[in-house]
Structure formats: structure tokens, C-alpha cells
């Protein structure tokens, strides 16, 4: 039930968040205690109240009128936040140009973690550069990937 919700709730969004040149990041569906549907969407050119205030009424008038969630529930609507931890492919691509951090399960090349500009993925590799070098991660190497941010443009 849990993944039928977060599905039709990605349908619903989809045409909403191109409509307002955002993009979703994530969605999730907490029903322990009082249910929580969250929404994280990104944009580009930095995520404001607006944009989240926009999503928020659009999606909450969709939501009532397909009566997807059957009880009472909480819904937030927010940006992914500066730290956010990647959980899938997609947000590779999503965040390209960002700073970010990537820790492998095993030492590549002597090293498990890895800081730079994320350049997106490729073929199953986190492309990023670090210091004028391209490294190439496996995604299945990687234990642990966070947006990174720096205070002052470091």
C-alpha cells in the first residue's frame, strides 16, 4: 500500500513540478505515528518557500480529490536539503555541478573517500572532479554519498 501511495504521488507531481522547472527528489510515506507524506523537490536556481508553498497546495488539492491516503496525515513539501544523502541514481544526475562527498565500501585507489564537483553518472560510475582530475566511482562501490556544503564558497 505504502509503494502504491509513493508511486501515484510521483504521477501526480510529475506534471506539476515540469510546469514550475523543478525537480522531484524524493518522496516518502511514514506511517508510524501520525502518517507523513514527504515531498523533496530541487530547483536549480535555489528551492524557495514559494516553490514549496506552490507544490503544497497543487498536490494537496490532488490528493483530496483522489482520496489516495485514507486517514488523516501531515504533508510537507521541502528542498532536499545542502547536506542531503543520495539515494538514487536519478539524484546523480539531478545534482550535477554540486559539491559533494562519496565514502566506498573498499579502498579505490588507496582512498575510500572522495570530495569534489559531482559531473553526473556514467555507465554505473559517480563521475566527480576533484582538484582538475576526474574520478570514476562504481556505484556499487559506494557505501555513502552526501551533497557537500561549504560556508564562503571554499
Given at each position: 500500500?505504502?509503494?502504491?501511495?509513493?508511486e501515484r504521488v510521483r504521477e501526480l507531481l510529475q506534471p506539476l513540478i515540469e510546469e514550475r522547472g523543478l525537480k522531484l527528489?524524493?518522496?516518502?510515506y511514514v506511517?508510524?505515528?501520525?502518517p507523513v507524506l514527504r515531498i523533496y523537490v530541487y530547483n536549480p536556481e535555489g528551492t524557495s518557500i514559494d516553490d514549496?508553498?506552490?507544490?503544497s497546495r497543487r498536490i494537496g488539492a490532488l490528493l483530496d480529490i483522489e482520496d489516495l491516503i485514507p486517514v488523516s496525515y501531515i504533508?510537507?513539501?521541502?528542498?532536499p536539503g545542502l547536506d542531503r544523502k543520495l539515494k538514487n541514481k536519478e539524484e546523480y544526475e539531478i545534482f550535477k555541478g554540486r559539491d559533494i562527498k562519496v565514502v566506498t565500501k573498499e579502498p579505490l585507489?588507496?582512498?575510500?573517500?572522495?570530495?569534489?564537483?559531482?559531473?553526473?553518472?556514467?555507465?554505473?560510475?559517480?563521475?566527480?572532479?576533484?582538484?582538475?582530475?576526474?574520478?570514476?566511482i562504481p556505484l556499487e562501490a559506494v557505501a555513502r554519498a552526501n551533497l557537500e556544503f561549504k560556508a564562503?564558497?571554499?
Open positions: 500500500m505504502k509503494e502504491q501511495i509513493i527528489v524524493d518522496v516518502e506511517t508510524a505515528g501520525k514549496c508553498e506552490w507544490i504533508l510537507e513539501v521541502s528542498s585507489e588507496g582512498k575510500n573517500v572522495f570530495e569534489g564537483v559531482l559531473k553526473g553518472l556514467e555507465e554505473d560510475e559517480v563521475v566527480i572532479d576533484t582538484e582538475g582530475e576526474t574520478v570514476r564562503g564558497g571554499e
